[in-house]
């Protein structure tokens, strides 16, 4: 994955804790989007569920320890029953429905994926990097 775009939220959050010195409330969960657009700073182009079963899928503890500002994915993320669409980016957020958007960023590849298909990225496949 190319390198994280922030959320407008997490950004100004991350520049108070350390320009103003507030102190910043990590997320106590994780979970990924996938999106058929670039989400840009708010979160958009998320995929819809239709009449299949998309949802935001947890990732926590799918996450090593942060080096070289980066963080790699140790678990595979896997969505079933998907509709029929391109996936191009994915999102990081607060909530499996609603919440914070924290950041996001395009895959190396789109792929496009038939209804009822199962979407994954390989454990080690999900990096993310600041700049």
């Known amino acids: 994955m190319a390198t994280l775009v922030l959320g ?14 507030t102190n910043y409330t990590a997320p106590t969960a994780i979970y990924v989007s996938l999106h058929s657009s670039d989400p840009g700073a708010t979160g958009a182009g998320e995929i819809t569920a239709g009449e299949n079963a998309y949802a935001r899928q947890a990732a926590t503890t799918a996450f090593g320890a942060a080096s070289a500002k980066a963080v790699d994915s140790t678990a595979d993320l896997t969505w079933t029953n998907m ?5 191009s980016h994915v999102g990081i957020w607060t909530a499996n429905t609603a919440g914070t958007y924290l950041g996001g960023g395009a895959l190396a590849a789109s792929k496009t994926v038939g209804a009822g298909d199962t979407f994954k990225i390989a454990s080690g496949s999900f990096d993310v990097s600041l700049s």
């Open 8 to 21: 407008t939220t997490t950004a100004n959050s991350l520049l108070d804790a350390i320009f103003n010195q």
């Open 83 to 87: 509709p029929s669409v391109t996936v």
